[in-house]
Structures are given as structure tokens and as C-alpha cells.
């Protein structure tokens, strides 16, 4: 199998090259046809290994391709741990990796820097094929900080648009306060545990948990805690958990493809992957469990709020896509970690497909956004409808669809976890994620009903060559939309309770969830069919309904609640103030210190006090002592038969 | 026949003797005859050639040996009994590779852009670089200290002479500051001398002291070293300096001159006065934390980009001394090796990456003739090849794995861990720091829309500048795709000086 990993992951890494250095001379069907290839083959080669390790019952394995540095005995490695986890996130960003790819074809058809952007989006195909394979943390960083690289130039793809720089700016920083902390994490395994490689740190884990840190003298904090906190605020960067999460709507700056393929379906996800992957290590961890649970409701629950008033068709999906990774994080939190990495395949399904679908609602409208321009839709893109309509049922969990049996087993999972028994974890992550879908009905709705049904808001002009996207647009959607609408039915037996993951993940028998819902779980038709006896529906129910209401029947009231409760509207509108608060007190204040030390410390102590300060003196006493060498012997003779006198007195005297 | 005993000779004197004939031929004063022509020509080959002879260096290399290579030996001042003594290891060879690597580059990048006297420009980079790989062979402490203040010489004139407007601060403030510390060096051998009888640095280490001593000696080195590095707070003649030396100065000043400190603590301080570096090492780690801070903060705010650049050095360089350092702060089990080997491998990445860094901001200098930030915008429009190559430079500048700038920063962060949290949480605050400096330059000077018509009708790179940045790019990414050829230079090296210094000389 090394022969099908390697094609794997250096397929796309080779199109990147050839395509962004010989761009020119390849031209830009020999771009598209390269680049669609090389993803083409990987995908190809995730499914074999996908089936070889599911259907075909075969072993996970874990490989070293080559030593990247040894010294001090810490051995630093390059290789694949290939486990079904990692098949499985193998599958998911090779197969939405190439539906963008052919999607770009269509969307990026009159741009100037085509082939960049292919060269860019295999890069990033490979970077996430890097990181999901990695069997140590060295190379888990390699790829987590690639993708974060590949994000920068996407985002900022269109370089010449201040919005688009400052952006890519944003999100690069923030992600980097993550990495702060995902480094000094990895820093804190090797030195406690001497090794970099996945299975020997995870073999180690309870050596680690027995250890403690002193982060504050006197007072040592378990290891592990400390440990998996660190790596969590990685997560908290990567899949942008609250408080790290704002460069993910600044993101949308970047061109649609990419905010569907890297800031919605893969490599946000990231953190979710990694914390799954690390399951043995959080496992030994509950004061860790709880700060990720924590930090997912709020997240969860705050970010789709925002959602409902946004108005940038983009934006929307952006907050709901934070909004699920809080989903995700939750579940992290209550160690139903296999329920995370199920709502994550699903997501990337039906979010990728929202994403894509709006890009083409965007190129149909000639770069329109704002969804108050937009409205009728329907009959212009039947095909942009319809696929949109089956990725919007299945992010609100609609039965049936691929997000109900994820996000409604999610929930089930929190209900019934090990958190019940400490009441201000379940009192925060419980209701957050019960709430957390009926906002996620409304804004889902909001947006589908703006942009598709009611009123044409478009002026003539746009509406006059309003038509259906090209066939490499409209294919993607398509074949995104079946997994998002079936693929739930298939497999949540398999992934949630028939020990999909095997050893890959780790959960103590006192917090498995899942085992113990698995008990009463009666198959998929069994779920559907209960669905509307649970509180989860009929919270979905009334969210859809409120946004028929407020936005298709009554659409005067949306203004008249704006009116009334307009501090609440502003606080949303303006994201909880969470980004003057980054931009006026922590850049602001981060120059500030950065003026104060240069013009204070540098420039006025140091140089100007002790550097020049110091020549001056010396100047100055050079100028008195100038004044002893005035030329004339007679001076002299005299100085030196004080000296003498003087010197000889001493010898005579002191001596 | 073996030539391998005259090998580090050849590699000292190569170089300076054909600096020697460049002088001695010159260029008739005249920048475009053919006699400069040749001139620039013979300077290229020479280089090249030393190159070549490094190269062999490396093959013949051993490196499960720790021991010095390549040893040469003769008596030189017998009355002090002097030696003409060099030899290399795992701690001096990489950089002197770093050396004969960088020379030819700064050549082809001052191929038309010296306007004045070329032939004596090239001839003191020639110089230099001899004079450079000879304080790296030195073993004998006074063959070490002449080499040491000769490099002076040619880089004073460097900037003295092809410097910008403020050259004559920048080049007085440059040598009184690296003079004066290098002088207490001299007192702190003379006094050695006297202890042991001669100048060999092998008969210094092994010379019991006390440490009272030792701590006098750790305090002459260190004004001699901490200068050149820069440590904070005897940091600020370097932005000075860099701001006004000709481009191929500021390169060959950031990426080899800069290395003297570390290499010095190195050699001389850690295995001669090991209980004096041991009693400092608090001070020693809090300097460089604070240099990878401070100057962080700094960095931020400057509106000149070579003074940016020269203050992300001084922060990069903190990591070096820190890696150094922290050998004193870990007790037991694996660290120390990583932090040394950390410290090592950031010298040699920053030397790439910084040189690499100047020489982008040269290419803009020669066309624009300013280095103001605030003077451009958009470059990315005009020259988009140049713009690939200062982004891949930024982000190794930023330590983006993958590139050499990781490598070293990763080494010394991980090693920091074991000896404190929050070194460790200072030391990694260059994540964000590291990023949020070279990052805005990149945003303010690359991207955006062209920002004014000198930008508007900027030409991308010529041949000769795209044959330097992409030597230097494949350099940056292979060492940060596999560092291993560089780490298992020093390794052995590196356990046998730790080793050295774990036996106290009390």
C-alpha cells in the first residue's frame, strides 16, 4: 500500500508545482486537466485504501518514509498512519478537493490568475493530505501550518482588494495565536514523553497523566491537562472556536471554490480530526474535556446567532459553518468523538455543497452577495435550487438526510453524556446545542427563501441574463448533493456504533456515550421514523416555519423586531464587538508596546543615553583633558615633577 | 597525495590572496571596461572556487567523528609560542559552508549594481570571506583574535565606502561598538596565556580556574560575542549598520558576521569557562528572551525595511543564544542536544533566509531607491516572480515548517519546554510576533494596487537577481524539508561539548 500512499499525496503535491511554476507554458486547460488529474488519481487511490480497510478487513499501518533530522535521541520522522480515521478524512478532502477542482473550472473561467489558483488548491490538497496522514506530531504540524499557508494565499488570492489583504493578514495571526499554543503542546509531549511518534506517545499516555507542570511556581498542574489544553487552543485556531473564530468570516474574501473546499469542508475541520486523533491522550484528561465542551456551545450557539442577521450570502454560511464546528467540538468535548468525525464527513458534504451553490448563485448575479438583492431564483436555476434545497434540509438535520442522523445522534450523544452528572457542563452544552438548532433552522431558511423564493430584488439588467450555471458547475453540486441527502442512512450504524474506528479512537468505558446509546439504537429507518416524537424536530420545525414567516409571508416584521430591539441587533450585527476588541485593543495595543519599546527603549535609552550618551561624555572629557595638553615644555616639565614627587612620596610613605 | 592537511588553508587563503590581486589589478577606475569586466569575472570564479573547495570539506567530512577534522599545525610566533593552528568540527564546518555558499551569491547580485570602484568592492568581499573561515579554523587563540579584528577591516570599508548617506555613524558606531568588545577578548587570551603558557585553545579549556575566574573571563567573552550577535541591550549599532552598508554588506553582515557571537560562545565560552557560563546562564536566557520580545515588538513599528529585517534578526538570533543557554537549565534526559543543535541550525537557516531577505529588499532598492515601506504598494502587480519569491522568504522568515527557519526555532522551543514553561511560552511567542512583522511588510509592500507610478513601472527580477533568490530558495526549502545532512554534521560534535561542559573546572 506505501506505493498508493505516496501517489496519493504526491499527485496533487507535483500539479502544484507544474502548475504554478510552468503556468505559462502548460497554458490554462493543460492547468485545469493536471490538477484535476493528480486529485482525480488521489481520490481514486483514498477510495481503494478506504475499501481495503473497511470492506477488505484490512490493518492499519503505520509507516516511516524518511528521517527528517535525529539528534539528542528524539528521532523525527516523516510517514502515514493509515487507520480507518484517517481513511476516512482521506476520502472526504480527496472527493470535495475534486469537486472543486472541476467547479473552478466554471468559476474561475475569467480570471487572470487560473492557474494560480489551481497550483494554490492542490497545494492545499496536499497539505491536507499531509496533516490527516501524518503518525507524528512533527509532520502534524508540517500540515497543519501548511494549510494555514495555502488558506493565506487564497484568501488574499485576489491581492489587490485591501479587503481581500487584510483578510488573509487576519486569519494568518489568528491562526498563529493557535499554533502559540498547539506548539508549546507538542513541546510538552516530546519533552515528557521523548517522542514525536503518535503510537509511542499515546502508549506513554499514562506516564504523562501521572506528571504535573508548574505553570505557576508552587502550585503543578496535571500534565496532561496542561498538555491537551495547549493543543486545544491549536484546535481553537484551526476550526475556529470562540474566541479564535473571527478570521473565518473574514475568510469568505477568497474565491468561492476555496471557501467550500478549505474554510468549510476540510481543513477547518482540522482541529476537529486532531482532537479525535488525541482522543487517547484526552481521554486521560476531564478538566480538558470540559474547556472543549465549553468552548464548543458557546460557540455552537453564539456564531449561528450572528448568522440570522447577516446579509453577505457567504457570510451566513461562514457563521453556520462556525456554528456546526462548535456542534463538532461539543461532542469532542462529551467523548463522543466518533459522533464528531460523523457530523464532520456529513458537513463536509452538504456545507461544501452550500458553499458551491452559492458561488453559483454569485456568478449567476455577476458577483452579487448580498442576499437583498437576490430572491426568485428558483426559476432561473432549477438545478442551483434544487441542489441547494437538499444541502439546506440536511445542514437543519431534516429526517432523513445525511445531517439529521449526524447532528440529531450529536445531540442525543450530549443529552445522554458523563457531563450529566456535572450540572454547569451540561447545563451549558445541552441547551446550547438543543437551541443551536432551531437558530440554525431560522438562518438556513432566512438565507434559502431570500435568495430563491419571493420578490425578484435584482435590477433588470442582472436579471435580464440570469440563466443557469455551465455543466462543470452544475456537476459538482449534483454530485455533492447525493452523499449530503443518503449518505446518513448508509453508514451511522457503522460509524456510530459498530466500532467503525476501531483502535484509532480511544474512549473510556465510563464516558462512552455512544456504546450506550447503541443499545437502544434500532437502525436508521427505526430513527427516522421516531424523529418527530424528539423536541430536536420540532425545533427544526419551528425554526424553518419562523423563516417562511418572517421572510416570505410577513417580511415586514424582520424590520419592526430590528426596530425594537435594535441594542440586541447591533451587538449581533457587529459580532459581539469580539472584532473591534482584536483590531482596536490587540493590533492597536500590540503597536503600541511595539512604538513605545523602539522610540523609548531603543532609540532614547539605549542609544541615546548609553550608546551616544557614553560618546558624548568621553567627548566632553576629551575636551578638558585637551585642555591639559597645551603645547608648551614648561607645562609639561611641571606636571611631571609634581608626578614624580608625588609617586615617590607614596613609595617612601606607603610602603 | 593527501591533500586534505591543507585544506582549511587553501579555503583561508584562496580568497584572500585573490582579494589581493583584485586590489592589485584593479579596474582602471572605469566601471564599464573590460578590465572591470574581468574583474567581476575573476571575482566570481574565485568564489566559486572556494565553493568547490568546501564542498570537498564536506565529503571528506566525518561525521561520527567529534574530534577536530583537517588539522593544520605549525609554529607561528615561537616566542609566544604561537601556533598557525586550524581545524574544523561539526560546530565550525556548517558554517564556513554557510560562508563559501553566500560569497558567490553576493557576487552575481553586485554584478552591475556596484557603480563605484567594483574591483576593490569585490576585493573586499574577498577578503572578508578568508578571513571569516579563518576565525572558524582558528584553534589557536591568537591566530583566532587576529582574524577576529582583520574582518573588521574590509566590512568597515564596505560600508564606509559603498554605504548610504549616513555611512560615516553607521560604520564609527559599528566598529567602536564590535572593537571594543572584541578587546576584552584579547585581555581575557593574554590572561589565559599567562595561566597555561600558549595560545592553544585546547590548553584553555583544559586550564583549571577558579570561578571568580571564570566568571571575569565569561564577562570579557561576552562583551566581544554578545555584541556581534546582537543581544540585547548592545543591539542597536546593527539596524545602523544595516541600513546603510551596500546590499552584499548587509547580507554577508546578517548571515555570517552575525554568527561570530554564537559560534564564539560556542567555542570559547561554554567548554573554557564552563562553570563562569553556567553561573550566567539566567542572565544569558533572559537576554535572549528578551531580544526575541522586545525586539519582536520593535520590529513591528519600523518603516524601513531593512531595519525590519535587521531587527527580526536580532529576535532570530535570541533563539540561538537561548538554544545555547538552556544546556544549563536541563538537568537530566533529552534537551540540552536538542537546544544546542536548535541554536546551530537557526544560525545557519538565518544566515540563508536574512541574506535572502536583504538581497529581496536590494532588488527593490536598485530599482526604487528606497527602502521606505511606506514607498510602495502593489509590488505584486509588476514584478509577480520577484513577489513569489519574497513571500516564500517571508514565510521563512516567519518559520514556516517546511523551511529552514522552522527547523532551529522548533529545536530550541521544544528544548525551552524542558527547562521552564514559559521560556518555552516566551520563546514561542514568535509564532505570532515572527508573523505579525514580516507579514504587514509583506501585505504593505507586495500586495494591494500599484501604489504609485515608480511602482507601476517596476521591472521583474533579470536573470542574474533570479539565479540568487532561487539558489537561495531551493537552499531554505531543502534544509526545511530534510535537515537531516546539516543535523548529523554536528551531532557528534555537539554530545561532546555538552559532555565537555557538564565536568565542572572546580
Known sequence: MQAYYLTIVLAPLAAAIITGLFGKWIGRAGAHWLTNLAVGLSCVLSIAVFKHLFFDGGTAENINIYTWAVTDGLRMEVGFLVDRLTALMMVVVTFVSLMVHIYTIGYMHDDSGYQRFFSYISLFTFSMLMLVMANNFLQLFFGWEAVGLVSYLLIGFWFKRESAIFANLKAFLVNRVGDFGFILGIAGIVMISGSLDYATVFASAESIAAQNIEVIPGSPWNAMTVICILLFIGAMGKSAQAPLHVWLPDSMEGPTPISALIHAATMVTAGIFMVARMSPLFEFSTTALAVVIVIGAITAFFMGLIGIVQNDIKRIIAYSTLSQLGYMTVALGASAYSAAMFHLMTHAFFKALLFLAAGSVIIALHHEQDIRKMGGLRKYMPITYWTALVGSLALIGFPGSSGFFSKDLLIEAIRESHWHSEPWVYWIAYPSVLLGVFVTALYTFRLFFLVFHGEERMDAETRSHLHESPWVVTVPLILLAIPSAVIGWFTVNDVLFDNYFGDSIVVRSSHDVLAYMGESFHGSLALVSHSVQTPVFWLTAAGAFTAWFLYLKRPDIPAAIKDKFSGLYTLLDRKYFMDDLYIKGFAAGGRAVGSFLWQKGDQLLIDGMLVNGTANTIGRLAGIMRQLQTGYIYTYAFTMIVGLTMLLSWLIWFR | ?506
Open chain 2, 1 to 506: 597525495m593527501d591533500l586534505s592537511p591543507y585544506l582549511l588553508s587553501a579555503l583561508i587563503w584562496l580568497p584572500i590572496v585573490g582579494g589581493g590581486l583584485l586590489l592589485a589589478l584593479g579596474d582602471g577606475g572605469d566601471v564599464h571596461s573590460a578590465r572591470a569586466g574581468m574583474m567581476r569575472v575573476t571575482a566570481f570564479w574565485l568564489t566559486m572556487l572556494t565553493f568547490a573547495l568546501s564542498v570537498v570539506l564536506y565529503m571528506a567530512f566525518d561525521n561520527a567523528a567529534a574530534s577536530m577534522q583537517f588539522v593544520e599545525r605549525i609554529s607561528w610566533v615561537a616566542a609566544l609560542d604561537a601556533y598557525y593552528y586550524l581545524g574544523v568540527d561539526g560546530i565550525s564546518a556548517p558554517l564556513i559552508l554557510l560562508t563559501t555558499f553566500i560569497t558567490p551569491l553576493i557576487v552575481i547580485s553586485a554584478w552591475d549594481t556596484i557603480k563605484v570602484r567594483p574591483a576593490q568592492y569585490f576585493a573586499a568581499f574577498l577578503f572578508l570571506e578568508g578571513l571569516m573561515i579563518g576565525v572558524f579554523c582558528a584553534l589557536d587563540g591568537l591566530l583566532f583574535y587576529a582574524f577576529w579584528e582583520a574582518m573588521l577591516v574590509p566590512m568597515f570599508l564596505i560600508i564606509g565606502i559603498w554605504g548610504g548617506e549616513h555611512r560615516v555613524y553607521a560604520t564609527l558606531k559599528f566598529f567602536l561598538y564590535t572593537f571594543l568588545g572584541s578587546v576584552m577578548m584579547l585581555v581575557a587570551f593574554i590572561y589565559l596565556y599567562g595561566e597555561t603558557g600558549s595560545f592553544d585553545l585546547f590548553g584553555f579549556m583544559n586550564a583549571p580556574l577558579t570561578l571568580t575566574t571564570q566568571k571575569m573571563i565569561f564577562i570579557a567573552f561576552l562583551l566581544a560575542f554578545a555584541v556581534k550577535v546582537p543581544m540585547w541591550p548592545v543591539h542597536t549599532w546593527l539596524p545602523d549598520a544595516h541600513v546603510e552598508a551596500p546590499t552584499g554588506g548587509s547580507v554577508i553582515l546578517a548571515a555570517i558576521m552575525l554568527k561570530m557571537g554564537g559560534y564564539g560562545f560556542l567555542r570559547l565560552s561554554l567548554p573554557i569557562v564552563p562553570d563562569g557560563s553556567d553561573y550566567f546562564s539566567g542572565m544569558m536566557i533572559a537576554l535572549s528572551l528578551i531580544a526575541i520580545v522586545y525586539i519582536g515588538f520593535v520590529a513591528l513599528m519600523q518603516t524601513d525595511m531593512k531595519k525590519l529585517i535587521a531587527y527580526a534578526s536580532i529576535a532570530h538570533m535570541g533563539f540561538a543564544t537561548l538554544g545555547i543557554f538552556l544546556v544549563w537549565r536541563i538537568s537530566a534526559g533529552m534537551g540540552a542536544g536538542l537546544g544546542m543543535t536548535g541554536a546551530m541550525v537557526q544560525m545557519v537557516s538565518h544566515g540563508l533566509i536574512s541574506g535572502a531577505m536583504f538581497l529581496c529588499v536590494g532588488v527593490l532598492y536598485d530599482r526604487m531607491h528606497s527602502r521606505n515601506i511606506a514607498d510602495y504598494g502593489g509590488v505584486a502587480n509588476t514584478m509577480p516572480i520577484f513577489a513569489a519569491f519574497m513571500v516564500l522568504f517571508s514565510m521563512a522568515n516567519a518559520g514556516l515548517p517546511g523551511t529552514s527557519g522552522f527547523v532551529g526555532e522548533f529545536m530550541v522551543i521544544l528544548a525551552s519546554f524542558k527547562a521552564s514553561f514559559w521560556y518555552a511560552f516566551l520563546a514561542a511567542s514568535t509564532l505570532i510576533l515572527g508573523a505579525a512583522y514580516t507579514l504587514w511588510m509583506v501585505k504593505r509592500v507586495i500586495y494591494g494596487e500599484v501604489a504609485n507610478d515608480n511602482v507601476a513601472s517596476l521591472e521583474d527580477l533579470n536573470i542574474r537577481e533570479f539565479i540568487v533568490l532561487g539558489v537561495l530558495a531551493v537552499a531554505v526549502l531543502l534544509l526545511g524539508l530534510w535537515p537531516a545532512p546539516l543535523v548529523d554534521m554536528m551531532n557528534a560534535s555537539i554530545e561532546q561539548l555538552i559532555q565537555q561542559i557538564g565536568q565542572s573546572k572546580l
